[in-house]
């Protein structure tokens, strides 16, 4: 019988896509006593960064970009607690805390971080309900790894 999880990822459609490996000196996720850590995760698909930072974009282009960017990286967040958690999502107890960080034009008077932040939070819950409700702080900053538009981390409350 599939889990609840794996009904709510088939109900809304999502494929997990394949965890990626780290880019740097650094394991993609840790685990510590009941915590999952999982490090900051990119728009990357197939291998490669999707959505990258392209300045001077109008508004409105900006926020299509980053909105996708930001599901790619929470899909990107949800695939390495997967593999983290031996592919048994139903471990997750609650998701305390997100980081969501948008490389935004040095002189933008951007000001929908929220807007892009909620794309990631919905994701969320519509995989784990009420276990996705979570904190969250969306940061703008000049620049991320690898040129990419987001990058997303969590902390997450595992069963042990």
Do not use: W
């Not at 282009?61 to 997967?82: P, R, Y």
């Not at 008077?109 to 969250?136: C, P």
């Amino acid at each position: 019988m599939p889990s609840r999880i794996a009904k709510n990822l088939e109900a809304n459609k999502i494929i997990l896509p394949v965890s990626q490996k780290s880019i740097g000196l650094y394991s993609p996720y840790r685990i510590s006593g009941n915590l999952l850590f999982i490090s900051g995760q990119l728009p990357i698909e197939d291998g490669k960064i999707m959505n990258k930072k392209i300045p001077h974009k109008t508004e409105e282009l900006e926020i299509i970009s980053l909105k996708s960017a930001a599901k790619l990286c929470m899909l990107n967040v949800i695939s390495q607690a997967n593999h983290a958690l031996e592919l048994n999502l139903d471990r997750v107890v609650s998701i305390p805390k997100v980081n969501i960080y948008l490389a935004l034009d040095q002189n933008s008077n951007f000001e929908k971080h929220a807007d892009i932040a909620n794309v990631a939070s919905q994701l969320l819950k519509d995989v784990f309900e009420d276990k996705g409700l979570h904190s969250r702080s969306t940061i703008g900053c000049c620049s991320l790894p690898l040129n990419a538009s987001v990058e997303i981390d969590a902390i997450i409350e595992i069963l042990s």
